[in-house]
């Protein structure tokens, strides 16, 4: 497994990763016609270009012989903060410690950072209880404002 910096040429790979990951996570309880429209709005190649050089990002795969199995992007929001904006693994690779070793990696190219902050959906139990693995705990109950149900997400935060 080979964790890395995402390249502009990794786009396309990257794209099609989230969007199964995506129906796999969320489809159950978002429906995959949310899945599509939300997976077109967020991870166009586009985006997910400028992700790889923008200056307060890291953008990172992992790879496996050749192929996108992973993605974590942190972004540094100032004054020690940093928010994991998406941290996502095929669940082929769930449990074999590769979702860790992205997080640590995303974390550790920054070293300024005091604190992280992420926000998972509360339907989503196996990656709260990756995250309350990893050190994580749920500091705030949020409405999902784009659902038009009733959906929630935890804000999940954690001291470097």
């Given at each position: 497994m ?5 390249r502009?040429?990794d ?6 990763m ?14 995959r016609?949310?899945v599509?429209q939300?997976?077109t ?5 586009e ?6 050089t923008a ?9 496996n ?12 929001e100032?004054e ?6 998406r941290?996502y ?5 769930h449990g074999h ?16 950072g ?5 926000e998972?959906?509360?339907n ?7 995250y309350?693995a990893?050190?994580?705990?749920v ?9 038009d149900d009733?959906l929630y997400?935890?804000r999940m935060?954690?001291?470097l």
């Amino acid at each position: 497994m080979l964790i890395r910096r995402t390249r502009a040429d990794d786009v396309s790979g990257l794209k099609a990763m989230l969007q199964q990951v995506w129906h796999q996570t969320y489809a159950p309880f978002l429906g995959r016609a949310r899945v599509d429209q939300l997976t077109t709005m967020w991870h166009t190649p586009e985006k997910l270009a400028a992700e790889t050089t923008a200056e307060n990002c890291v953008s990172l795969v992992a790879e496996n012989n050749g192929d996108i199995v992973g993605h974590a992007l942190v972004a540094d929001e100032g004054e020690g903060h940093l928010h994991l904006r998406r941290l996502y693994l095929q669940a082929t690779y769930h449990g074999h410690g590769v979702g860790a070793q992205l997080l640590d990696v995303a974390l550790s190219a920054f070293p300024q950072g005091r604190r992280v902050s992420l926000e998972v959906y509360e339907n989503n139990a196996r990656a709260v209880a990756f995250y309350r693995a990893q050190g994580f705990a749920v500091c705030e109950k949020l409405r999902d404002k784009l659902a038009d149900d009733e959906l929630y997400e935890f804000r999940m935060t954690k001291a470097l």
